[in-house]
């Protein structure tokens, strides 16, 4: 039995031509980040019809479980964007975002706990007339897989009752002979997917911050010089058709990056180190690119690249741009998914970004 499942998923893999049909137009969201909230609001606003939904990003968990308004949503520029965006009948789904698996275990095994945290959110959604939300809950432990089951049905089934929707934000699943040398014997994951398939109404997938996940596929591309993806086109594929094993396609949205990271890269002989430095925008990646005297090129992963020295170091910036988001676009149309979320804009992007986003 497992040898047919695998069987079948590489050759899903390699089959570029999916038999999937795009049944229905590809949607567009975007996460809006706080902390570039001015840059990033204006451009929302400029390019609105594009998009069928838009995530502020982002409320977040306090320690104590409570949730923050870390953007202060009720305050410029948002207001702006917000009653724009309501105008052309675009959504306004904000998004939640906590990391502390700990206190999600906690929360999650305790049914009041659960219920009084799904009553805040519920509350937060009402009072704020917004279309729905978007829980992004990164790091939970294995041990909160029934729980945070448990707690989607309850939020779900009030969320419903107010006719608001429930989005829900997972961090990427791949084949695990893909992501592992020698592949575990006991595997086990805090996503539920059978859970978030049934009781979430769009599930979107963050493929990306790939860098080095996919040993498989590092092996291959690490011969043709520096591999350090944001999202290998590649590697998105594969962790979309494995995702839509157990989980609706039509609910599947892909997430895309528009950003990119500086390393300090060190060659070992057989391998490159890379220590995360900074991230960069599109645009600052590119201006530093004029000042160094370098042209980035298309990369082993579809996206940009190049390198320079400083101080007798090796510098590599790796980045998106319009055509890397292009690609993507591309293939959840081929994927028959029901849109791509664009994380994030800064106010910095490829001026070419909204000729992909079709």
Known sequence: MKKIFYIFLVTAILTPAFSWAQTKKLEFSVWVPYWKKTAATAEVKNHLAQFSTISPFSFEMTADGQIRDAMKIKEAPWTEM???ARKQGV?????????????MDKIFRNRNLREAHIKDIVDLVVTGKFDGIDIDYENKPASSYYGFAAFLRSLSLKLQARNKTLVCTIEPRFAPTSKYREVPTDIQYANNYPAINKY?????????????????????????????????????????????????????????VNYGYEYEVTDNGSIYNYKRLR???????????KAEGVTPKRNSA????????????????????AQAIADKVALAKKLGVKG?????????SDPKLWRALK
């Open 200 to 256: 979430c109404d769009e599930i979107r997938v963050m493929t990306y911050e790939q860098t080095t996940a996919d040993w498989k596929l590092t092996n291959q591309k690490i011969k043709l010089g520096y591999y350090q993806p944001l999202a290998d086109v590649a590697w998105v594929s594969k962790v979309a058709v494995f995702t839509s094993q157990e989980i609706n396609r039509e609910k599947i949205v892909l997430g895309v």
């Open 340 to 348: 791509v979320a664009l994380f994030r804009l800064d106010g910095e």
């Open 279 to 289: 991230s960069l925008s599109y645009q600052a990646a590119m201006e530093l690119a």
């Open 82 to 84: 917000i009653t724009a």
């Open 302 to 321: 579809g996206e940009l690249s190049f390198a320079y020295k400083k101080d007798g170091a090796t510098r590599l910036v790796w980045f998106s741009d």
């Open 91 to 103: 959504k306004v789904v904000p998004s939640i975002m906590w990391s502390d698996g700990a206190m």
